[in-house]
């Protein structure tokens, strides 16, 4: 009884939440010029509930990894990730945040999810905004359905707290 | 009461821009009219003598050292700038860059003369065709075939070039706006970039990134009615631009975020290895198409906007008159343009038409070499130079005569002018230091490559 | 071009100019590694060339010098460009190839010289702040020669977010 009543208020919350997402655009190369596309008035990401960018990582809970990553600015990123407030998820912007890309040199970090873990890759290079709402939208559907890195976790640490011989039951995070 | 409590400092002003004693009594300040009359023994204090030294008192401070970036929300670009302050005044400052250091000239030296292409677009991402252009006159300067381009060609080059030149210049103002609380002209200016980005899109496949550019020529010809399209986007803009102008020039917070803020003079902007608009602003008339012009741009007319101080106002100004004078250059490109092949008929360096290579067996040859082996330049170095978006673009190339650079390297534009930024911010504000670093446009993509 | 130029340098400096030449429209001259300051200052102060364009490296690995320093400079008040290069031995576990700086004639050498350094590791004796520019501290070694493999990373992070 208690656990089903659990399911259906995470539910609610992440029905709530995939339609407030505020984003940290971590801008660092070519595709911040497609990720200001993507906000300015014509793709209008405001439409789908990911309107504001805040610029403070305290302050969001969605991290827009946009453009490469170096191996000078990796810790920087994660950094930023660890300064988020849970739940928090991750979208690669673009075929260098998730791959690299077309640079595969002593400098740039093949992917961010090398440093943190990342939710959605939305490819391109860089990619057009209709791909990036098509990004956004699938990261909702996942938030809806708690399948983002962060929900997963969660679950994997009440189970394993469930397992536990000491009687101890540990509660879920709600951030 | 008023009468009584005559000031005997006369009209002189208190700190922090308050209103003198006699002007609080008459209610006489412009603009607030019935102000209330403070008490007589406030008064008495206030006109006293001990008071004047307000102006000199100032809170005391110890120099701290304080960490902005490299993922500033208000700078565009990566970059950390470690900044001693006193209080509000930066008295010493350590720009680091390199958040993006992607190694361009390293991948250069292992891809063929082509391959390059999309690793220049990557550049100064902001006028990726400007960067294709500048590459491709470098090896064809290596090449010896700059006089044999096709007239076709370079007036494509000039079009796709000056429509980059505004989209760097539009997102520069856009974001620099943005950066001091001007949201609208922003989003205006984004309005203009996608119908030029939409046109671009048109003729080269993608909105960005384009690698448009090929040694000997460009990939294809201008679609149909693209000209008309393009006289009509161009009208379009120039009026949104005149209406983003008067948002910005006549904006009076805009202005004082501008008129006076980061000063450079001349002498020192030239010692710095300053070029383009940002040289420009000081008042040398230094323009690459103007003082060695290549391509065809010595047939047409258009002038090269020059500041008078140095300012950041002056930046904006002669980028928002640079506008102006591409969309003049586009206008008689589009007359002038004349009809012809786009591509350099060589077969060793230039591509066969895709028809020709799927029927003919020495065009299927001539592919294959191509791909394989890459261009075959001779051995040698050169340096070439075009006008970017941000100044100067060269190219410093060493061929050892196979078909990759021995050596590519880039005289980028953004990493010299950032150098100077610790000059530009020194005894000012921290406040002044994002319109000032907005408007030196650094990019990373070019300053870091 | 500046052909003459050029030539009026070979003819003030006769034991500094190794070679010069004028291919592809470059003109160029290579001086000797000491005598660099005393060209450098002659260019901007009497030939003026008070532009200095850029400064860089190149790496010609198994060619004996290794390295060549090559500086682009232009003349404001003509624009004349002129290059000048200066040839750096530098050999295996000895000490690192080293010229003098210029970055005290022209500002604009400060960040271009420090460039040179981290991607080659030429050291440029006299620089005020010679330290890595693009890459960081504790990065071994300098990218940009030849005998450093492309994709040698020395990463500063990596975590592993695997759920099992």
Redesign the interface.
């Known amino acids: 009884m208690a656990e089903s009543y659990t399911t259906r208020l995470d539910d609610a919350l992440n029905w709530a939440r995939k339609y407030s997402l505020f984003t940290y655009p971590f801008v660092t190369a070519c595709c911040g010029m497609e990720y200001m596309a993507t906000a300015a008035s014509k793709y209008d990401i405001a439409r789908f509930g990911a309107e504001f960018p805040r610029f403070s990582p305290r302050q969001a809970d969605l991290l827009f990894v946009v453009g490469t990553i170096t ?2 600015q ?2 920087v990123l ?1 950094r930023i990730w660890m300064q988020m407030a849970e739940p928090k998820y991750v979208v690669a912007f673009g075929v260098c945040a998730s791959t690299g890309g077309f640079y ?4 740039t ?1 093949p992917g961010c ?5 990342v939710d959605v890759y939305i490819p391109g290079c860089p990619p057009r905004p209709e791909q990036v709402l098509d990004g956004l939208i699938l990261l909702q559907k996942k938030i809806a359905e708690a399948t983002t ?1 962060v929900q ?2 969660d679950r ?1 640490e009440l189970e394993l707290a469930a397992q536990s011989t000491d009687g101890r039951k540990r509660l879920p995070v709600v951030a | 009461m008023s009468t009584t409590t005559q000031s005997k400092t006369g009209s002189k002003k208190l700190a922090l821009g308050m209103p003198t004693p006699e002007e609080i009594t008459a209610g006489g300040i412009p603009g607030i009219s019935a102000r209330p009359k403070l008490p007589p023994d406030l008064m008495a204090k206030l006109n006293n003598e001990e008071l004047e030294e307000v102006e000199d008192i100032e809170l005391p401070t110890e120099p701290m050292t304080i960490n902005m970036g490299p993922s500033h929300p208000a700078t565009h670009g990566t970059v950390r700038i470690i900044l001693t302050i006193d209080g509000e005044t930066v008295r010493d400052s350590d720009v ?3 958040y993006l ?1 992607r ?1 361009f ?3 250069a ?2 891809a063929t003369y082509t391959q390059v292409f999309p690793y220049t677009d990557r550049l100064n991402y902001v006028s990726p065709l400007l960067n294709n252009v500048g590459f491709a006159l470098a090896v064809e ?2 090449l ?1 075939i700059v006089d044999r381009l096709p007239e076709r060609a370079s007036y494509i080059r000039v079009i796709v070039g000056e429509i980059s030149r505004i989209t760097d210049h539009l997102t520069c103002l856009g974001a620099s706006a943005m950066e001091v609380g001007g949201f609208t002209p922003f989003l205006w200016m984004i309005k203009v970039r996608e119908w030029l980005w939409e046109l671009l899109e048109e003729l080269t496949g993608a909105r960005l990134t384009h690698s448009y550019v090929r040694i000997g020529g460009v990939a294809q010809d201008l679609p149909e009615h693209f000209i008309e399209k393009l006289r009509a986007v161009l009208e379009k803009s120039v009026e949104v631009l005149g209406e983003c102008e008067s948002l910005l020039v006549k904006n009076r917070i805009f202005r004082d975020r501008m008129d006076g803020v980061g000063t450079i003079s001349a002498e020192d902007a ?4 300053w070029t383009g608009p940002c040289l420009r602003s000081t008042g ?1 008339p ?1 323009d690459v198409r103007k ?2 012009p290549y391509l065809v741009y010595d047939r047409f007319e258009f002038d090269v906007p020059v500041g008078s101080v140095g300012d950041n106002y002056d930046r904006v100004a002669v980028r928002l008159e640079e506008i102006r004078q591409s969309m003049r250059i586009l206008d008689q490109a589009c007359k002038q343009i004349p009809a012809g092949p786009v591509l350099l008929d060589e077969p060793r360096i230039c591509m066969p038409p895709k028809n020709a290579v799927y029927n003919t067996i020495e065009s299927m040859i001539g592919h294959f070499k191509l791909i394989v082996d890459g261009i075959k330049v001779p051995p ?4 070439s ?1 075009t006008e970017g978006g941000n100044g ?1 673009l ?1 190219f ?1 190339i ?1 061929s050892d005569g196979s078909g990759r650079p ?2 590519c ?1 880039v ?1 980028a534009p953004s ?2 002018h950032t ?2 930024l610790s000059k530009l911010i020194l005894g000012a504000g921290i406040a002044d230091i994002i319109p000032t670093f907005g408007l030196i446009n650094m990019i990373g993509g070019e300053c ?2 | 071009m500046s052909k003459a130029d050029l030539d009026k340098l070979v003819a003030q400096f006769p034991g500094a100019v190794v070679s010069s030449h004028s ?4 003109d ?1 001259a290579v001086v000797t590694a000491d005598q660099l300051k005393d060209v450098m200052r002659y260019l901007r102060d009497t030939a003026g060339f ?5 400064v ?1 490296a ?2 010609y690995f198994g060619r004996e010098p290794r390295f060549e320093v ?1 500086y ?1 400079l232009r003349s ?1 008040a003509t ?1 004349n ?1 002129l ?1 000048i290069k200066v040839g750096l031995h530098e050999e295996e576990g000895g000490p690192s190839a080293e010229v003098a700086t210029v970055s005290d004639l ?3 050498a ?3 010289e420090r ?1 040179a350094y981290d ?1 080659f590791g030429i050291k440029f004796t006299g620089h005020p702040d010679l330290r ?5 501290e504790e990065f071994i070694g300098h ?2 020669r030849k005998d ?12 592993d ?1 695997s ?2």
């Open positions: 191996e000078r990796a810790p994660h595969q040199n002593y400098n970090v999810d090398q440093v943190i873990p890195w997963r976790r994997k | 680091q860059v390199g250091h190694c000239e390293k991948e030296e292992a300067k290596l010896g030239i010692a710095w290895g040398v230094y003082d060695h040698g170095e050169v340096y130079y100067e060269g410093y060493v021995y050596r390297h005289r990493f010299i150098q100077a870091d490559r | 291919n592809f429209g470059d160029t008070d532009f200095l364009v850029n860089t190149v790496d090559v682009h404001m624009g460009r290059r022209w500002p604009t400060n960040w271009q460039e991607m890595r520019i693009l890459m960081y990218p940009l450093y493999p492309k994709e040698q990373r020395q990463p500063l992070i990596r975590r977010y759920l099992g």
